[in-house]
C-alpha cells in the first residue's frame, strides 16, 4: 500500500505502511517493518539535536508507529546534499546497512523533498518517509474520534498536495502527447500527456475532499467553541507539554478522569476535561491535551487548532515538563514555540516539573526551576507535590475570585438558580423568606448579577466590585 489520503492511493508500492497493532492496513497478517533511521546534524539543526543520544526520540516516534528499529545512521555535514540528502558515498552506505539488516524501510529526521525520497528509494531498494510522514502515520493510527480523524486527514492531504507530482512513479513510463518521440519521452513544451492530466485529475480529488472536510471540521470548530465559551464562568487550567511528559498521568492523579498513560509518545490526542475537586469547597476544570514534539508538522498544529481551544481559552495554563529526561531544556522551547504559534505565548502559565521520583540530577532542577518561574516540583505517580499545586491553583483562583456571602429572596428561584450556575455554592442558610449563599464568584460574575437583580444583597461590602 502507499501514502493514501482521503482514500486515494497516491504512491503503488509492495510494502505496507508502518505496521503494529495500530495499522489501518486490510490485510490479515501485518509484519512489523524493519527500519534504519538516519540523521543528518548541519548547523542549523545542530543546536536542537541531542548530542548524547541524536536518534532517541526518532526512535521512540518509530516505535511509537510500530516499528522495529534495527539500525542507524548519524552525519555531520554542512549543508543536504539536493539530490539524495546525504552525499552519494553515504547513500550507498546506507543500501549496505539496509541489506545487511534486511530492512524494509528508512525513516529520515528531517523533511525531504519527493525527488530525494526517490533517489534515496532507487538506491537502498525500500521505502523512505520523512519525519513529518512519520509523525502523521502515528496521528492517523491513534485518533479515536471523527473530529481527530477529519484534523488527521486534513493535515495528510495538506502535506501530500505539493508532493502529488513527485509522487507519481508511473508518469516515467507514459509518453506525452509526442507519443514516442525523444520530446514527448523527456516532457518537452507541448507534451501535455495522459500523465499530466492524470496529476491533474488527483489534484482536483485532493482540493474537492479537502474543501470537504474543511467545511466539516468547521461545524465541529463551532460546536468546538461553544462548549469552551460555555465554561467561561468556571476557572479553567490546561495542562500543555511535551509529548510522554506525564500530562495524562498528572490528570488522572488530580480527577481521576482515566486517561491513556502508557509510556509512549502521543498516547493522547483528544482533549479531556474534567473537575478538579481542589478541597474547601472550591473546584476548577482540568483539560488534557495533545503533546508536542519537535518539528510537529505545522498543518498538523493548524489542522488541530480547535482541539487547543482548551489551552487558548484557559485561565492557567499548566505547562508539565519531564525533569527527568536530558532534553528537558530544548522540550520546554519546542512547547513555547508552539504556543506562541497558537497566540498563547502571554497566558498565565505555571511550570510543572514532573517526574521527579525519577529525576536525581538536582542541578538540573536547579536550572529548569530558574528558567521557568513560576513552577513547582511534583510526581503525578507518586503524588509528591500535588498538594502544593492545588495550593497554588487556588491562590491564582482569588486573583479573578471572591468569597462572600449573598442574600436574596428564597422564592426567586431563578436568581439561586443562577448564582449556582456562575459561582461555586459553599452553604446555604435559610432565615425567615431570606436565603443566604457562601459563595466564591468571578468579580466580573458578580457585577453582572448586581447591575441585572437589585434585590440581591452583597454582605461584605469590601467584596463590591469597583464601579
Request: proline content about 3%; some cysteine.
Amino acid at each position: 500500500m502507499g501514502r493514501r489520503s482521503g482514500g486515494l492511493t497516491l504512491r503503488r508500492r509492495k510494502t505496507t505502511r508502518l505496521g503494529g497493532p495500530h495499522t489501518t492496513d486490510s490485510s490479515p497478517e501485518r509484519e512489523q517493518e524493519q527500519a534504519v533511521l538516519v540523521k543528518l546534524i548541519t548547523p542549523a539543526n545542530a543546536a536542537e539535536t541531542d548530542a548524547r543520544n541524536p536518534l532517541g526520540e526518532l526512535k521512540a516516534l518509530a516505535e511509537a508507529a510500530g516499528a522495529q528499529v534495527v539500525d542507524g545512521l548519524i552525519q555531520k555535514r554542512t549543508t543536504p546534499d539536493g539530490r539524495r540528502y546525504r552525499g552519494k558515498g553515504k547513500a550507498e552506505e546506507l543500501a549496505a546497512r539496509v541489506q545487511a539488516n534486511e530492512a524494509n524501510l528508512v525513516i529520515f529526521d528531517d523533511e525531504l523533498l519527493p525527488s530525494q525520497i526517490r533517489s534515496l528509494e532507487k538506491i537502498t531498494g525500500c521505502r523512505v518517509i520523512d519525519r513529518s510522514e512519520l509523525i502523521l502515520d502515528i496521528f492517523a493510527a491513534r485518533a479515536q474520534t471523527h473530529e481527530a480523524r477529519l484534523q488527521v486527514e486534513i493535515a495528510q492531504l495538506e502535506y501530500t498536495s505539493p508532493r502529488l507530482r513527485g509522487m507519481w512513479t508511473h508518469l516515467e513510463r507514459i509518453a506525452g502527447a509526442g507519443g514516442a518521440s525523444s520530446a514527448g519521452v523527456v516532457g518537452g513544451i507541448g507534451t501535455r500527456g495522459p500523465g499530466e492530466r492524470q496529476v491533474e485529475i488527483d489534484r482536483r480529488i485532493v482540493r474537492d475532499r479537502l474543501a470537504l472536510l474543511r467545511r466539516e471540521i468547521e461545524r465541529i470548530d463551532q460546536r468546538k467553541l461553544r462548549e469552551v465559551h460555555s465554561r467561561s464562568d468556571q476557572f479553567t487550567i490546561s495542562l500543555v507539554g511535551y509529548t510522554n511528559a506525564g500530562k495524562s498521568t498528572l490528570m488522572n492523579a488530580l480527577t481521576g478522569a482515566g486517561q491513556d498513560t502508557r509510556d509512549m509518545l502521543f498516547a493522547t490526542l483528544d482533549t479531556r476535561t474534567a473537575r478538579w475537586n481542589l478541597g474547601g469547597g472550591s473546584h476548577v476544570l482540568l483539560s488534557d491535551t495533545v503533546g508536542f514534539v519537535r518539528n510537529l508538522p505545522h498543518h498538523l498544529v493548524a489542522s488541530f487548532r480547535a482541539t487547543l481551544e482548551e489551552a487558548l481559552h484557559a485561565d492557567l495554563l499548566c505547562h508539565v515538563v519531564d525533569a527527568s529526561v536530558r532534553g528537558a531544556v530544548r522540550q520546554m522551547e519546542v512547547v513555547k514555540g508552539v504556543l506562541a504559534e497558537l497566540g498563547c505565548a502571554d497566558k498565565p502559565t505555571l511550570t510543572v516539573l514532573n517526574k521527579i521520583d525519577r529525576s536525581s540530577d538536582e542541578a538540573l532542577l536547579d536550572v529548569l526551576s530558574r528558567k521557568s518561574e513560576p513552577s513547582l516540583a511534583v510526581s503525578a505517580r507518586t503524588g509528591e507535590g500535588l498538594e502544593r499545586l492545588a495550593e497554588y491553583v487556588s491562590a491564582a483562583m482569588q486573583t479573578k475570585a471572591v468569597r462572600l456571602t449573598l442574600r436574596a429572596d428564597a422564592g426567586d428561584g431563578r436568581l439561586i438558580t443562577l448564582v449556582g450556575q456562575l459561582a461555586d455554592v459553599h452553604d446555604r442558610t435559610f432565615v425567615d423568606d431570606r436565603v443566604g449563599m457562601d459563595v466564591t464568584i468571578d468579580r466580573a460574575k458578580l457585577g453582572q448579577l448586581r447591575a441585572r437583580y437589585e434585590t440581591l444583597e452583597i454582605v461584605d461590602p469590601k467584596a463590591r466590585p469597583e464601579d
